[in-house]
């Protein structure tokens, strides 16, 4: 008997579990190699394709050669690459969070001299608003910054690149607004 048919009195939770292929039973198919290489499905009551109710013809054994084979190395690589890149996501979404609680820090401690000292002109407005006290400026930039991480993880959920691509972006960008507020 070949390793990709099932025998009519084989029980199909055997045969599944012999090909590591999980189907409902909505679906008790076989799969089997085509003749030209390629899967071909039928069923008890004959050949899918065709409609025939013919039992299907006798398929040859499964096999894999050296060209079948996948590439192990790039094997490891996707692996990695599924541990990479959830990992890189949130590394970049902690540093757009912690450069923004820097900044605000930043606000806290200067709070006296902020008013001198703020280059942000929406920075500068809220400021006014609340006669000089940074409160105001605080409590809007914590939301904003809490608004933005919630934004970038539900783009990342939707679709991983463009989360990446966003996520990036405003990492970068927060890099940038780093090394201005340490060395100006």
């Given at each position: 008997?070949?390793?990709?048919t099932?025998?009519?009195?084989?029980?199909?939770?055997?045969f599944?579990?012999?090909m590591?292929?999980?189907?409902?039973?909505?679906?008790?198919?076989r799969?089997?190699?085509?003749a030209?290489?390629?899967?071909?499905?039928?069923?008890?009551?004959?050949?899918?394709?065709?409609?025939?109710?013919?039992?299907?013809?006798?398929?040859?054994d499964?096999?894999?050669s050296?060209?079948?084979?996948p590439?192990?190395?790039?094997?490891?690589?996707?692996?990695?690459?599924?541990?990479?890149?959830?990992?890189?996501?949130?590394?970049?979404?902690?540093?757009?969070?912690?450069?923004s609680a820097?900044?605000?820090?930043?606000?806290?401690?200067?709070?006296?001299?902020?008013m001198?000292?703020?280059?942000?002109p929406?920075?500068?407005?809220?400021?006014r608003?609340?006669?000089?006290?940074p409160?105001l400026?605080?409590?809007?930039?914590?939301?904003?910054?809490?608004?933005?991480?919630?934004v970038?993880g539900?783009?990342?959920a939707?679709?991983?690149?463009?989360g990446h691509?966003?996520?990036?972006?405003?990492?970068?960008?927060?890099l940038?607004?780093?090394?201005?507020?340490?060395?100006?």
């Amino acid at each position: 008997m070949s390793l990709m048919t099932r025998h009519p009195d084989e029980p199909l939770a055997n045969f599944h579990q012999r090909m590591r292929i999980h189907t409902s039973s909505a679906f008790p198919h076989r799969i089997t190699p085509g003749a030209t290489g390629g899967l071909s499905a039928s069923s008890n009551s004959g050949d899918i394709r065709t409609g025939s109710k013919l039992p299907a013809a006798p398929t040859r054994d499964f096999e894999i050669s050296a060209g079948d084979r996948p590439n192990r190395r790039w094997n490891v690589l996707r692996r990695q690459g599924r541990l990479l890149c959830p990992t890189l996501f949130a590394l970049q979404w902690m540093l757009i969070g912690c450069v923004s609680a820097f900044d605000t820090y930043l606000l806290a401690k200067y709070r006296l001299e902020i008013m001198i000292l703020e280059r942000n002109p929406m920075g500068l407005l809220l400021l006014r608003l609340d006669e000089g006290e940074p409160a105001l400026f605080i409590g809007l930039k914590f939301l904003g910054t809490v608004c933005v991480l919630g934004v970038v993880g539900g783009v990342y959920a939707y679709s991983r690149g463009l989360g990446h691509c966003v996520a990036g972006a405003l990492a970068a960008f927060q890099l940038g607004l780093l090394a201005y507020l340490i060395f100006a």
